[in-house]
């Protein structure tokens, strides 16, 4: 079972911040948070991943709490081509096994409108 | 760097047909791995493989096989179409090591009638 808890829908006006919450309080000290995309059936896109530091990039930024049991994926300035599910996922780094493995749940689907 | 690349985009099979998904990647990742997503899910996994000759399964690995004889390539195979097979199939990879984000493929849509 996915690690993640995220709300189904979310909507977002043009122009404006898109932050999706997500809720991993079973999350362990060598386990990432990472962020993935999928836009109408395309293959999923990395976003952004952390630890525990916030993190920006050129497409978002990524607040994790101190706890480290939920973080928000902002959008600075969401556009309609940023319509899409967006997937919250943890995962070890130390991959043996399965254990690297990234386990999908159904995701964030955001509507940004005009 | 074509980076992961997916073949055939489409195919329709019949029941108990056999076919093979082809999946390569250009960026030298020891990592590869097959997803199916079926209408308002999220990605299932079906097999992954840690590096050239280790394979193992995923979530969902009945009805597939799979094997990495190079670090390019990494081929599933379905040896009897059923319909429960239709899906769209993802292929993706990575750098063994660290966090190095997963990279994926455009996907196949499959359809078994």
């Known amino acids: 079972d996915a690690k993640t808890t995220q709300p189904p829908s979310m909507d977002c006006a043009e122009g404006r911040a898109a932050n999706l919450p997500c809720n991993h309080s079973?999350?362990?000290?060598?386990?990432?948070v990472y962020w993935y995309r999928q836009i109408h059936s395309q293959g999923p896109q990395y976003i952004i991943h952390?630890?525990?530091n916030n993190e920006t990039n050129e497409m978002a930024s990524l607040i994790i709490t101190e706890d480290r049991k939920s973080s928000t994926l902002i959008l600075p300035h969401a556009t309609l081509r940023d319509t899409a599910v967006y997937y919250c996922?943890?995962?070890?780094?130390?991959?043996?096994?399965?254990?690297?493995?990234?386990?999908f749940g159904k995701g964030t689907k955001l509507s940004v409108k005009p | 760097n074509a980076g992961v690349t997916q073949t055939p985009k489409f195919q329709v099979l019949k029941t108990g047909q056999s076919m093979t998904l082809q999946c390569a990647q250009d960026?030298?990742?020891?990592?590869m791995s097959w997803y199916r997503q079926d209408p308002g899910m999220g990605l299932r996994l079906i097999h992954y493989?840690?590096?050239?000759?280790?394979?193992d399964q995923g979530e969902v690995p009945n009805g597939y096989n799979v094997s990495r004889s190079t670090t390019e390539d990494f081929p599933l195979r379905l040896l009897s179409a059923a319909p429960s097979q239709t899906s769209v199939y993802f292929c993706?990879?990575?750098?063994?090591?660290?966090?190095?984000?997963?990279?994926f493929g455009n996907g196949t849509r499959l359809t078994v009638t």
């Open positions: 993706a990879s990575r750098a063994g090591q660290g966090v190095s984000p997963l990279h």
């Open positions: 079973t999350i362990s000290g060598n386990e990432y």
């Open positions: 952390g630890l525990k």
């Open positions: 996922i943890v995962r070890s780094v130390n991959y043996g096994g399965s254990q690297g493995n990234l386990i």
């Open positions: 960026m030298n990742h020891e990592y």
């Open positions: 493989s840690v590096g050239a000759g280790i394979t």
